[in-house]
């Protein structure tokens, strides 16, 4: 089993930026790649960013292509995402999650280990 907590959400003016954690538990032989999903109120969770256990495959959705980086401390089993230049509709809770196979797809079933989640909100 692996067990995932984020930390580091907060509220930002728009244009500001914050850093997210999600430290993993357990054995890292249970995943092969990380991401980040997010949920607003009355939305559907959708695919931010993953990374893949090598650190050479990271992918992005094209709203945060060029804001947003992601990367990790194998070491530490922690994955960042830096998020920059920060908008109102970026507004939401940020779930870490983790998965055994693939990397590319945002499909949330893929995903075998999930987070609680941390609130940002990002104010105009």
């Known amino acids: 089993q692996v067990q995932l907590v984020e930390s580091g959400g907060g509220s930002v003016q728009a244009g500001g930026s914050l850093r997210l954690s999600c430290r993993a538990s357990?054995?890292?032989?249970?995943?092969?790649?990380m991401g980040w999903f997010r949920q607003a109120p009355g939305k559907e969770r959708e695919g931010v960013a993953s990374?893949?256990?090598?650190?050479?495959?990271?992918y992005f959705i094209d709203s945060v292509r060029g804001r947003f980086t992601i990367s990790q401390d194998n070491a530490k089993m922690t994955v960042f995402l830096e998020m920059n230049s920060l908008k109102p509709e970026d507004t939401a809770m940020y779930y870490c999650?983790?998965?055994?196979?693939?990397?590319?797809?945002?499909?949330?079933?893929?995903?075998?280990?999930w987070g609680q989640g941390t609130p940002v909100t990002v104010s105009s």
């Open positions: 999650a983790a998965r055994r196979m693939g990397c590319a797809s945002w499909i949330r079933g893929a995903y075998n280990y």
């Open positions: 357990g054995s890292s032989s249970q995943y092969n790649c």
């Open positions: 990374i893949y256990a090598d650190g050479e495959r990271r």
